[in-house]
C-alpha cells in the first residue's frame, strides 16, 4: 500500500512563528504536493515538486515557501504565520504524469491563534 | 486555465436510493478528469479517472462516472448508495503538458438518509 503520512495530525501556532509541515512517501514517486483545504473552497494547490530540489508555485503560493531536498521528503514552510493561514494542510504525492493519480495523506489541521 | 465545477453543495439521498453526483469542466483541450471521495478525518481517495478510450469509466466501491465532452461533464453515479457512502466528493482536472497539479471543485458533501 502507498503511505503518505504527514508529521502532525493537529498543530497550534501563534502569529509570527516559523511553521514545517512535513510529508513523506514510500512509493518513490517523483511528484509531491502541498494543497489547502477550506469550507467552500475545495483543494487549492499551494506549490509542487516534480524532482529533488525542484519546485513550482501552485494557485496560492503566497506566504509559503517548500523544500525537497530528498525524493521521499517535502515540506511546506510559513515563514511568519498568520491567522489566515488556519486550514486544513493536504500533502500528495504521484507518479510523473497528470494522468496519475495523487495518492494523499490525513492532513494537518493547522491553527495559527 | 482549466476549472471545474460542482453545482452542488450539499445532497441528500435516502439508503438505497441512486445517486448522481455533478461536475462540469472547463479546459481546451481533452482534460484528465478524477473523481475522488473523502470520509471525515481521512484524506482523499481515489474513486476512478478518465483520460481517453471508454466514456464510461467503472471505479472503486460500485461508483461509474460518464465523460460527455460535449456537455463539459463528467458525473458520478451509483445505482444504490449505502450509509457508507456519505462523505465529501471532489472532481478534479488535469492539464496535458502542463503542470502535473489538479484543479479540484469546491466539493459536494452527500448526507444519506436511513
Known amino acids: 500500500d502507498v503511505k503518505v503520512t504527514q508529521s502532525s495530525r493537529y498543530l497550534v501556532k501563534r502569529t509570527g512563528e516559523k511553521v514545517f509541515l512535513e510529508c513523506v512517501q514510500d512509493m518513490d514517486h517523483e511528484n509531491m504536493f502541498w494543497y489547502r483545504q477550506d469550507p467552500g473552497l475545495g483543494l487549492r494547490l499551494i506549490y509542487f515538486?516534480?524532482?529533488?530540489?525542484?519546485?513550482e508555485k501552485g494557485d496560492i503560493p503566497e506566504g509559503y515557501s517548500v523544500s525537497r531536498e530528498k525524493k521521499e521528503r517535502f515540506s511546506l514552510i510559513l515563514e511568519s504565520a498568520s491567522t489566515n493561514q488556519t486550514s486544513m494542510y493536504l500533502c500528495?504525492?504521484?507518479?510523473?504524469?497528470?494522468?496519475?493519480?495523487?495518492?494523499f495523506g490525513p492532513g494537518t489541521r493547522l491553527t495559527v491563534l | 486555465a482549466q476549472s471545474v465545477t460542482q453545482p452542488d453543495i450539499h445532497i441528500t439521498v435516502s439508503e438505497g436510493a441512486s445517486l448522481e453526483l455533478r461536475c462540469n469542466y472547463s479546459?481546451?483541450?481533452?482534460?484528465?478528469l478524477f473523481w475522488y471521495v473523502q470520509s471525515p478525518g481521512q484524506g482523499l481517495q481515489l474513486l476512478l479517472k478518465?483520460?481517453?478510450?471508454?466514456?464510461l469509466v467503472q471505479g472503486i466501491k460500485g461508483f461509474e462516472a460518464e465523460f460527455k465532452r460535449s456537455q463539459s461533464s463528467f458525473n458520478l453515479r451509483k445505482p444504490s448508495v449505502h450509509w457508507s457512502d456519505a462523505a465529501e466528493y471532489f472532481c478534479a482536472v488535469g492539464a496535458q503538458g502542463g503542470a502535473d497539479g489538479l484543479t479540484f471543485g469546491k466539493g459536494t458533501h452527500l448526507i444519506i438518509q436511513p
Open positions: 479546459y481546451g483541450a481533452t482534460p484528465y
Open positions: 500528495a504525492s504521484s507518479f510523473r504524469g497528470p494522468y496519475n493519480e495523487q495518492f
Open positions: 515538486s516534480y524532482d529533488v530540489k525542484m519546485k
Open positions: 478518465y483520460f481517453s478510450g471508454d466514456t
